[in-house]
Structures are given as structure tokens and as C-alpha cells.
């Protein structure tokens, strides 16, 4: 009998290893996840550049060049949700709460300039020192530009229906593809000054893109530079 009883308890002491976190009490399974919460909160209490938000995704690198233009926009965005689950208000300490919303919204701005080429871009030059979106210097000064930039508005606003505009459309997204490339080739050599440039021209070609994607017809064609 005492042997019978040894193996229960053994197997009930090996039972409890393996007891799932849905059968534990609520309130050990809450203190895991505040726990959790609060080690995300201590992870982004320094100030950081948005690249060292996702480690998973970005390494240990930095900037470019130290780190890459280009990035994998798939494993950028799951980091992004592992890291917004872990940050999450709701699970905060008592007394954390603010500041896992300010952590939460620092999440959300760096995701939401890294994963577009454009602000990732200006974000670049802006921690470097160089401002493209409120420097009023920063415009085009190509006059060939200028023009492609006009004829590519005039287009949009004489046109009858979408059908006019695929041409337009084609024409416009190689020239995103082929500024982004440029990008990533400038920064990785850290010029500066020409990717300065090209920041520009892509902003252009980002408004020309936004003003095909909500065309309507009579519409006035407003682009921002």
C-alpha cells in the first residue's frame, strides 16, 4: 500500500509540471504578464533611435550604415505585435499605467516610420542632422523634375476616368522602386548629401502615388512638398 501510494504522489508531483497557464489561478497568470509588462517598460525607459525597437528584426545595428536601409517588412510588423501584447496598458504595474501608454505610442511611431520608405528615409537624415519634411530649402531644384512633377499633376487632373492613368501609375511606381533602391545604395554609403536629393524626389513621386490612389474626376490635384 505505501508503494501505491508513493507512485500517486509521484505522478501527481509529475502532473504539476505540465499543468497548463489556462488552469492556473487568474491572479498568478495576471502577475506573470505585469511582470512581463514591466520588463518592456524598463526595456524602452532610456531614450533609443526606433531602430533599436526591434532587435529581432533590425540586430544591433544602428543607423545606416552601420545598419541597413532595407528592410523585412514581414518580421518587422510580428515584432511589432509581440512588442505591443508585451507593452500593453491594461497588463501595467499599478502605477505604470501612463507610462506603458507612452511606451505603446513610441512602439506605434517607430513602426509606422520604419515600415514606409519615405519616413524611414527622412527619419535617417532628420537623426543625422538634415530636416527634408519642414526645411524649406529641401525642395526641387532639378527644373526636369519639376517638370515631370507638373505634367505627372496636369495628367491627373485632365484625366476621364482611372483607365487614363494607368500609364501614369506604371510609370510613377518604378520610379518609387527605383528611388528606394537609390536610398538604400546612398545610405550604405552614408552620402548624405544625394540621399538628401533623393529623399526629396521620393516624396514627390509618394504624393504623385497618393493623388492617383484618390483620384476622382473634376478633382484639383494639391501636391504637398
Keep these: 500500500m505505501r508503494h501505491v501510494t508513493s507512485n500517486i504522489c509521484h505522478a501527481r508531483s509529475r502532473m504539476s509540471l505540465f499543468t497548463p497557464t489556462r488552469f492556473l489561478p487568474i491572479r498568478i497568470v495576471n502577475s506573470v504578464r505585469r511582470a512581463s509588462t514591466s520588463s518592456a517598460l524598463s526595456q524602452f525607459?532610456?531614450?533609443?533611435?526606433?531602430y533599436h525597437y526591434f532587435p529581432q528584426t533590425l540586430g544591433e545595428n544602428a543607423l545606416p550604415p552601420q545598419g541597413p536601409f532595407k528592410i523585412d517588412l514581414v518580421a518587422l510588423r510580428k515584432e511589432f505585435f509581440q512588442l505591443q501584447a508585451k507593452s500593453h496598458p491594461d497588463l501595467a504595474p499599478p502605477g505604470s499605467k501612463q507610462e506603458a501608454e507612452n511606451v505603446s505610442a513610441r512602439i506605434n511611431e517607430a513602426y509606422r516610420t520604419l515600415q514606409d520608405p519615405l519616413r524611414r528615409a527622412q527619419y535617417i537624415l532628420r537623426e543625422k542632422g538634415i530636416d527634408v519634411v519642414d526645411d524649406e530649402a529641401a525642395r526641387i531644384e532639378d527644373q526636369d523634375l519639376l517638370m515631370e512633377v507638373l505634367e505627372a499633376r496636369e495628367a491627373i487632373e485632365e484625366a476621364e476616368d482611372e483607365a487614363h492613368l494607368e500609364d501614369l501609375k506604371t510609370t510613377n511606381d518604378q520610379r518609387?522602386?527605383?528611388?528606394?533602391?537609390?536610398l538604400e545604395t546612398l545610405f550604405n554609403k552614408d552620402d548624405l548629401t544625394l540621399a538628401q536629393s533623393e529623399?526629396?524626389?521620393?516624396?514627390?513621386?509618394?504624393?504623385?502615388?497618393?493623388?492617383?490612389?484618390?483620384?476622382?474626376k473634376g478633382k484639383p490635384v494639391v501636391l504637398i512638398h
Design 199 to 216: 529623399a526629396v524626389k521620393l516624396r514627390y513621386w509618394s504624393n504623385i502615388k497618393e493623388a492617383i490612389d484618390g483620384w476622382e
Design 45 to 50: 525607459a532610456t531614450p533609443r533611435t526606433y
Design 176 to 182: 518609387i522602386a527605383d528611388s528606394i533602391l537609390n
